[in-house]
């Protein structure tokens, strides 16, 4: 059975800075990795997706990395905003057809 | 990218009611779509798998009578809560596959149910 985590499970930064999310998943043999964004009581966005055959996706300040052999994923954000304050989730399918496993989240305070 | 639509986002319903939440798939079609319920900080909980013109299937623990699906077309689930009670308080979400594009999931807005 699937399991993710994600570390830490809270962060707090001051905004500028850039900052390192971590996701870790059991079974390596995943079919995509896919990285969201959720603001308190709302549904969920996505921000990126990395295909098992993909080391890294890239959106504006958004960085995500996937080393499927050592069951790791990273989201990297370049110049932390206030904005950017929100729970980030990642989640792996490990076939086409499956639901997503999700990790427990982190949840990010960019001060200002 | 694609437009996964939930209606409700919020409602309110007396204990031993019946609640209807939609999820609709705007611009794409899906014959996949899956039902979450998250805790209060807590992460996403997969409930079932609701199929276009087959039965869906319920994650271990989710009473099926109790959380009634239906995959009525190729752009439109609904879960009913029956017979609500004050445990079914949570936020529910929906999400579906878009094909078109790697399988990427897209979610619905999400719906908060209280059951008072």
């Known amino acids: 059975k699937q399991e993710v985590t994600q570390i830490p499970a809270a962060l707090s930064v001051p905004e500028g800075e850039n900052l390192v999310l971590n996701c870790s998943f059991t079974d390596s043999a995943i079919y995509n990795l896919q990285w969201f964004r959720q603001d308190p009581g709302k549904g969920l966005t996505s921000l990126l997706l990395i295909q098992s055959s993909q080391r890294e996706q890239t959106s504006g300040r958004l960085n995500a990395s996937l080393d499927k052999s050592s069951g790791r994923s990273t989201l990297y954000i370049a110049a932390s905003q206030p904005g950017d304050s929100a729970t980030y989730l990642c989640a792996v399918k490990n076939n086409a057809g499956n639901m997503l496993t999700f990790g427990g989240g982190t949840r990010l305070m960019v001060k200002p | 990218g694609a437009v996964v639509s939930q209606h409700p986002s919020r409602v309110i319903c007396k204990s031993g009611t019946s609640v209807k939440i939609e999820c609709r798939s705007l611009d794409f079609q899906a014959t996949t779509m899956f039902w979450y319920r998250q805790f209060p900080k807590k992460s996403l909980m997969l409930m079932a798998t609701s199929n276009e013109g087959s039965k869906a299937t319920y994650e271990q623990g989710v009473e099926k009578d109790k959380f009634l699906i239906n995959h009525a077309s190729l752009t439109l689930s609904t879960l009913t809560v029956t017979s609500a009670h004050p445990e079914d308080s949570s936020f529910y979400i929906c999400?579906?596959?878009?094909?078109?594009?790697?399988?990427?999931?897209?979610f619905g807005q999400g719906t908060r149910l209280t059951v008072v």
């Open positions: 999400s579906a596959p878009d094909y078109r594009v790697n399988t990427e999931a897209f």
